[in-house]
């Protein structure tokens, strides 16, 4: 997951030249670049990423190719969208996804999307737990799947108020929106997975 | 890793036609693995095989495959994001037409990030004209039984552990203490043949002698003596069969600690790392305990609560079989309500444990950062969170403890059914002179001895499965094989200090490598300096190279010999590490010095601890070399441990020299003088140090500079400062920081 965390593990070779030369840009970097959303115009490229150019100011910057990062991926994922250039240095960041015209903002979604891919389950069809490990069968919004989930070690928690976000033993990732609708039996294995 | 899966029929038919015709198709089918998902992010079957000259990829739902050369292909990538991956090829940069632009290729779950991590290294070594091994070892932590989930680094599937070899490991272990087994059982038969005596006597007491009135002082006496006796005796043998059981599981929980505790030792990194160190004590200590109590539990309860209810129920039918009928009556309701309630009071406490640890966790947290706290003025936010943290915890426990509280009395109401049936009946019998008072006080007497065994045998499934799982536990840990192991027939090796990697690939998790690619010949007593940003693979490098994991690809020559065949040992003994953070056991400084070498004479001990400039301040110590440090020790400072620590790796005399941030928690000037230290240790062995602090490596040979996992540039000091590199921007940089804080 190396790009999964772009500040914290390194990846991007500006944002560690940054802090290998700090002290001497720190005011540059520090600086928050909001990006108005008049003037972002993402496009889809034919390898089947997302192209962007920022217009306005003196001359309109082209990125053949960027990666966005949500950074409340669970509190907030809508908002204060990170825009990174295909080298990991930001761009700059959107503040709401929901202030761009609904053709951009679907583009942009479905690149979240991707990135912070997790289905939500909407149905559990059988949920058992059996030596440390729980076997899930379920219906999600993405499809039928059915994965595992190692107890006891936070895999299972509870966003929110009763969003339930689930980490299986891949990395792949769940949610269940509101956990409470489950049924008694299913909610007394979930209750003791927490 | 499955990297050549079985293509469905159709696909498989629709590729031949996709390939049939293709200029060098390159036949030979070198992976196919599961593109799971769509590119609008839906779950489905889609395929991405790789021959020696081509990828196709079959998108899931679609019909036709997309094939794509591998000569247009620059580089392949596999972009792992959270909770989705994706294939990426990047165009070739000399231009051959075709792919100009960078595109995805597969979409994929993270259940396939390992193996399209392995891929796109395979098809990048294609790409670079090299032949890819593909590994297909089946264990992908699923037991190939019962398709269950493993626990991470084990290989025991604990589903699948047979309770019947299960049984018999705990056997083969008790036999060891055999006489102490026979002790206990038959002590256990006596008590309870003992038991039985009481309402024999009470019944002969009353029907012949109380009930007709028959004042004869001396066989009252008598019967009254013999009951005083029997319970005397029985109290005696109680406590008798308690010692020898006490004996017995000790002996044989020592037997299984110590069992875990060597095995522990002995496993890897790769299986400790992935554990917490929490779990294993647990395994040492809790779990061996629960074995503990199941072999009292097991082997003496069993024999005897088995005897005693059928000596009972066989007293009780031949006595009066109706009223055994009777006293029988509420069991199955007994037997029926005992599991139900337990279900429920499981998930009680389970709910309540978990508030508990909550709690718990919240006030370690605010302990442990309790200058954070201060500091931040947050005390009051901190007692608010606390108590309503410790509110929701008061919430369940007085839910559980009402549960409580009325299922008790509950329970022994339902228990003592049988007992009023009993009087009611036996009560109408005696008034009808069709049974003797005496016999119906015998028979309630035996009743009530009746429903210890019962309801101890409801509660056996639960037990039984618990103390189940505790011996798989311990015995998983028990027939763990280390994963870095010594090879069939290793090989002892007196080290020069040859070093050479060949070709290197780890990652800590398979998909995700730390180093790719490294090769670098050292020559044997040459000093090399690892440089690099933090994350760059410096650590991982030494690890290896000590041998802590193994090399996923590639491998690691020392004079000349694979670093796997050499016995691990033998290798150990050899290798001298200096870590950052030194760790000393509680013990003496030369008991310290001494770890590894515990049989060193004080003046090997001095002269080592000259050499690392550490004589002079343990002589300063009112306990000089018996100064006791570690936990509950005298405390040092960071100069003073990591010259201790060069001490012991002096007296070590090792080939080749580790040093990991070796000086990076002293000041400056104390650094001086452990380097001056090192410097002597240093002389003729080879030697790897990893400095943050530039200055600190002006002694080596070479320094190596690694960028995200690889060699970026190799050279001396001079060198690399010409070449104006990354090596050169460090320095740089260093360098303005320390005018920074000159000013």
């Not at chain 1, 190692?150 to 509101?178: A, H, P, W």
């Not at chain 2, 256990?188 to 029907?207: E, G, H, K």
């Not at chain 2, 000349?560 to 013990?587: K, P």
């Amino acid at each position: 997951m190396s790009e999964a965390k772009p500040g914290a593990n390194g990846h991007g070779d500006a944002a560690e030249a940054a802090e290998h030369t700090a002290g001497h840009t720190a005011e540059h970097t520090a600086e928050v670049r909001m990006l108005a959303p008049a003037a972002l115009r993402f496009a889809a490229t034919e390898g089947g990423f997302l192209a962007l150019t920022v217009t306005g100011g003196e001359k309109s910057e082209h990125y053949p190719r960027i990666n966005a990062f949500r950074t409340f991926p669970l509190s907030d994922a809508d908002r204060y969208l990170s825009l990174r250039d295909a080298g990991g240095k930001e761009i700059g960041i959107l503040e709401s996804l929901a202030d761009l015209r609904s053709d951009q903002a679907a583009l942009l979604r479905q690149e979240l999307e991707r990135r912070y891919f997790t289905p939500v389950i909407e149905r559990v069809r059988s949920l058992k737990e059996e030596f440390g490990y729980s076997y899930w069968l379920v219906e999600t919004d993405a499809g039928q799947r059915r994965f595992t989930v190692q107890s006891g070690k936070n895999n299972v928690t509870v966003v929110g108020e009763r969003r339930l976000l689930i980490v299986d033993v891949d990395g792949n990732r769940f949610f269940v929106d509101d956990y409470h609708r489950l049924d008694r039996n299913m909610l007394k294995t979930v209750e003791t997975l927490l | 890793m499955r990297l050549r899966y079985e293509l469905p029929a159709a696909a498989a038919a629709a590729l031949t036609e996709a390939l049939d015709g293709h200029e060098a198709s390159g036949s030979h089918v070198r992976y196919a693995v599961p593109a799971d998902l769509t590119a609008d992010g839906a779950f489905g079957d889609g395929w991405t095989v790789a021959t020696d000259a081509l990828v196709a990829v079959q998108a899931p739902g679609a019909r036709g495959w997309r094939t794509l050369p591998l000569r247009q292909v620059g580089r392949f990538r596999a972009d792992n994001m959270v909770g989705s991956g994706r294939l990426v090829a990047e165009p070739a940069s000399n231009g051959t037409g075709g792919a100009a632009h960078e595109q995805i290729l597969a979409h994929y779950s993270m259940s396939h990030a390992p193996r399209y991590a392995t891929l796109a290294r395979g098809l990048n070594l294609l790409l670079d004209g090299k032949r890819p091994t593909v590994d297909e070892t089946p264990d992908e932590g699923v037991c190939p039984t019962c398709g269950r989930r493993r626990e991470p680094g084990t290989r025991v599937c604990r589903a699948c552990t047979n309770r019947a070899a299960m049984m018999r490991r705990l056997w083969a272990l008790a036999r060891g203490h055999l006489r102490w087994v026979v002790a206990a059982v038959a002590l256990f038969a006596a008590f309870t043949l003992l038991s039985l005596l009481p309402p024999q006597l009470t019944r002969v007491l009353i029907d012949n002698h109380l009930v007709p009135r028959r004042p004869h002082l001396q066989p009252i006496l008598l019967l009254v003596g013999a009951l005083a006796v029997t319970y005397g005796l029985t109290a005696l043998t109680d406590a008798l069969r308690g010692r020898a059981m006490a004996q017995l599981s000790n002996a044989l929980a020592r037997d299984l600690r110590s069992m875990v505790y060597t095995n522990v030792q002995k496993l890897s990194l790769g299986y400790l790392g992935t554990r917490d160190a929490g779990d294993i004590l647990n395994r040492v200590s809790k779990d061996t305990r629960n074995i503990q109590q199941f072999i009292n539990f097991w082997l003496t309860d069993s024999v005897a609560q088995g005897l005693f209810l059928v000596g009972v129920a066989v007293i009780l039918f031949l006595r009066e079989w109706r009223l055994a009928v009777l006293v029988l009556a509420p069991l199955p309701v007994v037997v029926l309500l005992a599991g139900g309630v337990w279900g429920h009071v499981r998930f009680l406490f389970r709910r309540q444990e978990r508030l508990f640890d909550k709690v718990d966790t919240l006030l370690q947290d605010i302990l442990s950062g309790i200058r954070v706290v201060k500091a931040f003025g947050r005390e009051r936010a901190e007692v608010g969170r606390f108590r309503a943290r410790s509110g929701e915890l008061r919430e369940v426990m007085r839910a559980n403890e009402r549960t409580w509280a009325n299922l008790v009395p509950l329970w022994s109401f339902v228990m003592r059914a049988g007992e009023f049936l009993v009087f009611a009946v036996g009560g109408y019998l005696v008034l009808g002179d069709r049974m003797k008072l005496g016999e119906l006080v015998q028979f309630v007497q035996y009743a009530m001895l009746l429903y210890g065994p019962l309801v101890w045998i409801a509660g056996l499934p639960r037990r039984f499965a618990e103390s189940m799982t505790a011996a798989e536990r311990v015995f998983e840990v028990i027939d763990e094989q280390p994963s870095v192991a010594d090879a069939a027939r290793p090989r002892r090796l007196p080290i020069a200090g040859h070093v050479r990697f060949e070709e290197v690939v780890f990652g800590y998790q398979s998909h995700d490598p730390v180093l790719h690619e490294v090769s670098l010949e050292v020559a044997p007593g040459e000093m090399i300096g690892i440089v690099g940003h933090s994350g760059s693979g410096k650590s991982t490098l030494i690890n290896l190279l000590m041998r802590l994991y193994d090399p996923d690809e590639g491998r690691i020559i020392v004079d000349g010999v694979d670093l796997r065949a050499i016995e691990l040992r033998d290798l150990h003994r050899q290798l001298g590490v200096v870590l950052q953070e030194t760790f000393l056991f509680a013990g003496s400084i030369a008991e310290n010095i001494a770890y590894a070498q515990p049989g060193a004479t004080p003046r090997q001990l001095i002269a080592a601890a000259k050499v690392a400039g550490a004589h002079d301040f343990i002589c300063a110590f009112p306990d000089g070399y018996d100064t006791r440090v570690g936990e509950r020790g005298q405390r040092l400072s960071g100069g003073e441990r990591q010259r201790v620590a060069i001490a012991r790796a002096v007296l070590h005399d090792p080939r080749i020299l580790i040093l990991d941030e070796a000086t990076a928690s002293v000041d400056t000037e104390t650094e001086e003088v452990i380097q001056a230290g090192l410097f002597q240790l240093m002389k003729g062995r080879t030697t790897f140090a990893i400095a943050h602090r530039l200055s600190t490596l002006r002694h080596a040979d070479r320094l190596l500079v690694l960028d995200k996992g690889r060699i970026a540039e190799v050279g001396s000091h001079a060198e690399l400062m010409a070449a104006g590199g990354i090596y050169h921007g460090l320095v740089q940089s260093q360098r303005r920081m320390n005018r920074h804080h000159a000013l």
